[in-house]
């Protein structure tokens, strides 16, 4: 983040058109597609893992507009891409053969382990 922030305000100072605007451009624009690919990467790792290690997946669906809205957790939840991970998941479920299972967004999930 710091170089990212770094960069920007390189970017900003610099005169717009120039040489020296359009090298600062690059730098920034190879900075965003390095954090991509690493997001990307985060992103496809695990749901492989979890098509290649299990045969029935459960997922829950979570309501992101509301969770998104405490303050202190914002930028994480956001940063997460809970519909990226569940789209990936889908995707390579149904080529693997996998049944992915989604539990509804009020079905009492985290209270199982406790009745039994």
């Known amino acids: ?8 305000k390189s970017l900003s100072r610099k005169v717009k058109g120039s040489n020296n605007w359009k090298k600062a451009k690059l730098k920034l624009s190879r900075l965003h597609m390095k ?3 690493i997001r ?3 992103l496809h790792k695990p749901t492989n893992h979890l098509v290649c290690e299990y045969d029935i997946i459960g ?5 992101v507009n509301e969770m998104s809205k405490n303050h ?6 956001l940063d997460m891409g809970f519909y990226e991970f569940k789209r990936q998941l889908e995707y390579k479920a149904l080529i693997a053969g996998v049944k992915t299972v989604q539990a509804d967004r009020f079905y009492p999930s985290s209270k199982q382990g406790k009745n039994e």
């Open 59 to 63: 997922i829950e669906d979570l309501n």
């Open 1 to 8: 983040m710091n170089r990212l922030r770094r960069l920007n």
């Open 35 to 37: 954090i991509g690919n």
């Open 40 to 42: 990307k990467d985060a």
């Open 72 to 77: 202190k957790l914002a930028g994480s939840i």
